[in-house]
């Protein structure tokens, strides 16, 4: 079964700051990855998500970015970093058998100061 | 806008008793799920109901589906102290991405 990896777990960070989080996948191949964050006590809104090596798709407007480098790895980034971006930010991944469920990390919380 | 809109945000009750959260979408679906996600945690898929079933079980849960008033309902049969999460719903379109709800948070006290 697939297994993900995210880190750090817990990251705080000054305003203005860049940002890298990182996503990595085991135990499947070519999978759909997501990012979402989620602020405290909300759901989930996605962010980015990626069908394949390069290809990042952006589903809001904002200071963040996406990469996926490699098959297995997804990163998310930002030069600056806003009091906004704090939050939960997940990873998951949907398999290339089974688009339609979907598996999370365990998230990385990120503080803005 | 989020797709889905879980009804009650919050809710407590004591161990033994059912729990039912609800789920209202908008637009027409191709399955609809439901995850859970205890505090601080990465979300757990329960249970996934296609669009022309009314009724899936998996366990102790039961989740309806009814396209024609676009809404869900999750049951939770036999609660114990470790249903405690919050339980989001997301609805599945023509496309690779889900669209989460609110969620609602579950209680259950011992």
């Known amino acids: 079964s697939q297994t993900i990896h995210q880190w750090p777990a817990t990251l705080v960070q000054p305003v203005g700051s860049p940002l890298s989080l990182e996503c990595t996948v085991e135990?499947?191949?070519?999978?759909?990855l997501y990012w979402y964050r989620q602020a405290a006590g909300r759901g989930l809104q996605l962010l980015f998500y990626s069908v394949g090596i390069g290809q990042i798709s952006s589903e809001v407007p904002q200071n963040l970015s996406a990469s996926r480098p490699q098959d297995r790895q997804f990163i998310l980034s930002s030069k600056k970093l806003l009091l906004s971006d704090s939050g939960f930010y997940l990873c998951?991944?949907?398999?290339?058998?089974?688009?339609?469920?979907?598996?999370f990390g365990p998230g990385t919380r990120l503080l803005v100061l | 806008s989020q797709q889905g809109e879980e009804d009650p945000q919050a809710l407590s009750i004591q161990e033994g008793e059912n729990a039912t959260m609800n789920c209202s979408y908008k637009?027409?679906?191709?399955?609809l799920q439901w995850y859970r996600q205890n505090s601080g945690r990465g979300l757990v898929h329960l249970i996934l109901i296609r669009s022309n079933e009314r009724e899936k079980h998996s366990g102790r849960l039961r989740v309806t589906l009814d396209t024609s008033k676009k809404s869900s309902s999750l049951l939770i049969t036999a609660s114990r102290a470790a249903d405690t999460a919050s339980y989001f719903c997301a609805t599945a379109h023509n496309t690779d991405k889900l669209i989460f709800g609110t969620g609602t948070r579950l209680q259950v006290f011992p």
């Open positions: 637009t027409s679906i191709n399955n």
């Open positions: 998951a991944l949907s398999r290339g058998w089974d688009q339609e469920t979907q598996y």
């Open positions: 135990g499947t191949s070519n999978p759909n």
